[in-house]
């Protein structure tokens, strides 16, 4: 398969279509566009228990991946599955095993052309193994999680950079805002309230419509102001049924849902899927509803 190289000025999807076409077959959705259509960005809140795991598939058919999850093997069987095999850029948000679990194998197994992390290294096992694996990929590009776009066929990704106000790993969480024309998604790792604050003082934080709620919906990822500022139709939660940190917390759910968002929790929708055109119109599968989301942002 010929991909063109990542462009990233200093400041970088093809999913085969059968899960959701047959998604959209069983919840009897009639208008949606399929998710291969070539006017259509598709992005799955895959389903990898208590941890993170997102693919995004440009209207090109080209690939990234955030996160890859706390199984050493499970986002690799999801992404063979899905017939994928090469990612144009991944991203770790920070290196904490639930969302690093499982990157060493995506390395073995897939082609990587571009990796950004946030930089503060861990003195885990996992993180060894991610190093170790980042080193033997011929020609990857290794990217500082520094204020830049990144161009991907008609997709932008915008890094919002970790402030350093601390050490720590979620706090120093890397930002990734996507862009296709009107719709935009925003993730955000396990981003706790000081560096929510500390992104919204730097005026880098714009409505949008899709939200990966921070840290697994826990009470120390939300805050009034950045429900505020967001404003997302689209809440998604990637948390794992009967957790021991009884993730998501009651409150933080309610404050998304009370601000007039839709709340998807792959602990009870399983893999969510988003289908989303350049006006801004976006469409969500889970296994059990959809929906159809149009505001312009």
Known sequence: ???????????????????????????????????????????????????????????????????????????????????????????????????????????????????????????????????????????????????????????????????????????????VLIEYGAFRALYTGDSEQPELAEWLREGRVPRVNVVKVAHHGSGNGTTEEWVHATSPEIALISVGAQNAYHHPSPKTVREWADAGGSVYRTDRDGTIEITATADGHAIVHTHVAEAAHGAQR
Request: proline share 8%.
């Open 1 to 175: 398969m010929s991909v063109e190289p990542p462009t990233v000025s200093p400041r970088i999807w093809r999913l085969g279509s059968a899960i959701a076409l047959a998604l959209c077959f069983v919840v009897g959705i009639r208008d949606a566009q399929p998710a291969s259509a070539p006017s259509a960005l598709h992005i799955q809140q895959l389903d990898v228990g208590q941890g993170d795991a997102a693919l995004i598939t440009t209207p090109e058919g080209r690939r990234v991946l955030i996160d890859a999850g706390p199984s050493p093997v499970l986002v690799a069987e999801l992404l063979r599955d899905e017939g994928v095999d090469t990612l144009d850029l991944v991203i770790a948000s920070h290196n904490h095993s639930d969302h690093i679990g499982g990157m060493p194998e995506v390395f073995r197994d897939f082609v990587v052309r571009a990796y950004v992390e946030n930089g503060i290294a861990a003195t885990t096992r996992i993180y060894r193994l991610t190093l170790d694996a980042v080193a033997r990929e011929p020609g990857l590009r290794y990217l500082q999680p520094t204020d830049r776009t990144i161009t991907i066929g008609s997709v932008k990704l915008r890094l919002l950079p970790p402030p350093r106000i601390d050490e720590t790993q979620n706090d120093n969480s890397v930002g």
